[in-house]
């Protein structure tokens, strides 16, 4: 079979298979109707994707590279706990300080009390 003979075969089926999938039918039943072979409408039917509605056009994506701001320090004297039920008690640290250090300190002064 020639190049074309192919591409108006293809086509040919094309359509059989699009106006199958349009009508709802049961393949077999579709097939009987129109007098082709169930097995040939099988086989286009695996080889013909199902056409898929086209999603709007859209521009591609720019990425604006940014530059994330540091928080402005209100403050810069460090941060303060103080106890009052201890007056002595102070802790004194600077801002940005790790909070996950800073759970460690309270949770060892508090296992000391």
């Known amino acids: 079979m020639e190049l074309s003979e192919r591409a108006a075969n293809r086509e040919r089926w094309q359509a059989e298979v699009e106006l199958w999938r349009a009508s709802g039918?049961?393949?077999?039943?579709?097939?009987?109707?129109?007098?082709?072979s169930r097995d040939a409408l099988e086989y286009w039917k695996r080889r013909i994707p199902v056409a898929m509605p086209s999603a709007p056009s859209r521009s591609?994506?720019?990425?604006?590279?940014i530059r994330p701001a540091?928080?402005?320090a209100s403050d810069t004297a460090p941060i303060e706990l103080v106890d009052d039920a201890r007056p002595g008690w102070r802790i004194r640290l600077p801002i940005g300080f790790?909070?996950?250090?800073?759970?460690?300190?309270?949770d060892l002064l508090e296992s000391r009390c």
Do not use: G, N
Not at 98 to 106: F, K, T
């Open 25 to 36: 039918q049961k393949l077999s039943a579709w097939a009987r109707e129109r007098d082709i």
């Open 60 to 65: 591609p994506l720019t990425l604006i590279p």
């Open 70 to 72: 540091l928080p402005a």
């Open 98 to 106: 790790d909070a996950i250090s800073l759970a460690r300190v309270l």
